[in-house]
């Protein structure tokens, strides 16, 4: 059991390398790439910053709240599509198009195997990005220092388990990926909000079809409280989250074992 | 012991949805439709047969891809839908179309990813990668990123990085396509060598004749989901085109010659290519008459080409009604 | 050829620009639902900060017309071309080499191509978050007055922002890649030309000197005068429009034919 959990962080690292040097062979692009992401993750804090001078608290939240949430989403986002970049805009293309048939010929589980072939690596920039806003913004004290590195993981968990979900809709859907595109970016911008703006049926269809109770609420409901409760109940949510995805991505790997998908070749 | 490729019954359907409209119709099609056969280990087979005409459905299901509607399998003595990761270890695979090396990085980079990806002992895996980098002529451009390398080039890299967890059964799909004449013999060449030494069992999809002429041993056809012709590969050319090609190169202007079964397929002031129906008329009768008819520098008796004799089988089971 | 006859032929352009862009259904349907969560989240952050103020007055709107500001000046910004990128790709390809020797035809053929894209996408965009907001806060009060104000500052905002992009895809000749330049215009564009916020809104020490740089052109101002249109908005728009459009029109000519005289040197 051990052995095979060292042989599988074996494996992730050596993806994480040769991803690292795909991306390192186009350099500039690589680091224009994170440029970018910082700068349009910037745009946002800029934003806040002005409301907040205006409005010096919405409903209980302040400036640093805001800047937290943003700094744990976008770190999440930025480690979950680092690692695991076919869990992006990748998988419902490669579902729809046969691309699976290459994982399925090795000895490796498919999804987890599938999931670590790419990294997004614009994602670095927001990762990077969302480590530098909470340190040097809001300026932790150790305990929530080491609370946002955790909740930056979990996060990083229903990242995954999100792009597993949108993806896997190629397998009922066809040629899903506008669809899982959209559905993904919708829970993105719902997450970068404050999370008290929404109540009554909004708030649980944030809890439900659009998890952005998962990638967000919780995690910073954990940071202000700073009670393990709180963390308890953001890692259960984000585990909730993956077992969906992986169920949905199971389930409608037999429809796509059993060829009953559209498009099959020769 | 034999514990090569069994084949029992296979049979795969597929329920095709088709929308017209708002309304649903669904198709049943038959893509296999009771495949049997008994491929040893060591031997190489071509496995051919027209788009459609089941290959990769089959080939999918021997590689643990597809679960069939009903049939059973029995590769390296595993059920290949059931055992997919064991067996995953014993069976490699090389498509022409779609490339397992990482595009923007040397083929070198693609190896050690597989090294950890089949769980390979470090020091076994250096063992066989030289071997390989040294059988495939691979040395000079290992830290060439891929896409600056010629298509032969990466085709040999390709199918090297399909070896590197020592298969005990190959498939390859298409291998040639896109090569030019020299890469393409030396990529069948290599792919002979490693089933001859090695042992490897090699399936190959091809619709290139001179890849099953030099590579395969024996030839399977498919068409409409069964199998029309299993037999070795002479045997199928000589079988199916009951035929011989006859090359004659004259001194002097040779007198006509008509003798029945034969045809004038090329005909220039000393030279004859006659194509030769063996059921007509033995070759020797043939060979005694061309001497006959004037003084031959040079004769020469060739069986058709395979494409010829492909062509024919194809268009022959298109005749035959499946049972 | 004559002015009829050029004229005519930008307006042929323009309308073919216009017609393809119906054509792109699906990505009309993806902004439309992009617009209606934009909206939605603004909807409640701004009734949020309502519900807290002393007045229904906020940076002199109320919240229906902050709503309506944010419909205008999200139907601007989705609605931009991509200018920046055809103007690199131009460059990358040679074919603005050719084009180069005629520079005003060039930038004239690229301008007319822009306006009609960006129209028909400001007009759906406007269509389809007028109905959203219309169901989340209701009408403001427009004067037929108001609506030839907005309508005088709309063209130069389209303007300016196709003379910046054009810039951005001129760099194209000195750098390896414009995209990342083409980012920070664009969030540049949001964050200072007040896509969210009217610059009544903004910290009072940097309204000045927002209200004067081109940014605040292309967005706030045409989103103010739609929503609390004034006559002393107007002539102040017009004004800084005016510079604006004539300061990037002399960089665009100045880095034209810098660019041209380097295509000459290197032999394109």
Known sequence: MLKSLVDYLQLGAAYLRININAQLEYRAAFYSQIAAMFINDGAWVVFWLFFFTRFPVLHGWSLKDVMSL???????????????????????????????????????????????GSSIPSAWGD?????????????????????????????????????????SLSFYLGNASTLSDQWRDISITFATYPPT?????????????????????LPVESLRSMSITDLLVAIAGALGVLAFGIVMFYYGLRRYESGNLISMNG | MNRGVEIREL???????????????????VAVNGISMDVPEGQAVAFIGPNGAGKSTTIKMLTGILHPTSGNVSVLGFTPWRDRRKLAHSIGAVFGQRSQLWYHLPPGDTFELLSRIYSLERSEFIRTRDVLIERFNLGSFMATPVRKLSLGQRMRAEVAASL?????????????IGLDVIARQELRSLICEWNRNDGTTIFLTSHDAGDIEHVAQRVVVINHGQVVVDDNVVAVRRKYLGAKILRVQFHELPRTMLLAGVTMLRESAFEWTLKVDTA???????????????????????DPPLEEVIARIYSESRKEVPT | MTTMESAARYFWIARTAARSNLAYAGEVIYRCSFLAIIL??????????????????????????????????EAIYLSAPRVASEVDEDVRTGRLAVHLIRPLSYAGGHLSRAMGDRVVRFAINLAVGAVIALVLVGPIPLRWSGIVMFLAVLPAAFLLDFLGMFLIGLCAFWLESTSGLAIIYTRTVMMFGGMFLPLSIYPAALQPILRVLPFASMLSAPGTMFVNPSLTLLKESIVIQGVAV???????????????RRLFANGG
């Open chain 1, 70 to 116: 943003w700094a744990v989403t976008t770190a999440g986002y930025g480690i979950a599509y680092g690692l695991m970049g076919n869990a992006h805009r990748r998988l419902a293309p490669a579902i729809a198009q046969g691309e699976l048939d290459l994982w399925l010929l090795h000895p490796r589980a498919v999804l987890p195997h599938l999931l670590l």
């Open chain 1, 127 to 167: 990762a990077a990005f969302g480590y530098v806003v909470y340190f040097g913004f809001v300026t932790p004290d150790a305990r929530h220092a080491l609370m946002f590195v955790v909740l930056s993981f979990v996060v990083a968990v229903v990242f995954v388990g999100l792009g597993i979900t949108t993806g």
């Open chain 1, 197 to 217: 703006l929404f109540e009554g049926k909004v708030k649980l269809l944030l809890f439900t079809a659009i998890p952005a109770g998962f990638i967000s609420y």
């Open chain 2, 11 to 29: 049979r795969k359907n597929f329920a095709l949805t088709r929308w017209t409209g708002f309304s649903r119709s669904v198709f049943k099609v």
């Open chain 2, 164 to 176: 590197l967890h020592r298969p005990r059964v190959l498939f390859l799909d298409e291998p040639t």
């Open chain 2, 280 to 302: 007509v008329t033995p070759v020797r009768v043939v060979t005694a008459a061309v001497l006959d008819a004037g003084s031959v520098a040079d004769i020469a008796v060739e």
């Open chain 3, 40 to 73: 939605y989240i603004f909807m409640r952050l701004w009734t949020v900060v309502y519900a807290g103020a002393e007045e229904d007055r906020v940076g002199g709107l109320t919240l229906p017309q902050m709503l309506w500001y944010l419909v205008i000046t």
């Open chain 3, 246 to 260: 004539a300061i990037f029109a002399g960089m665009v000519g100045i880095v034209q034919s810098i660019a041209l």
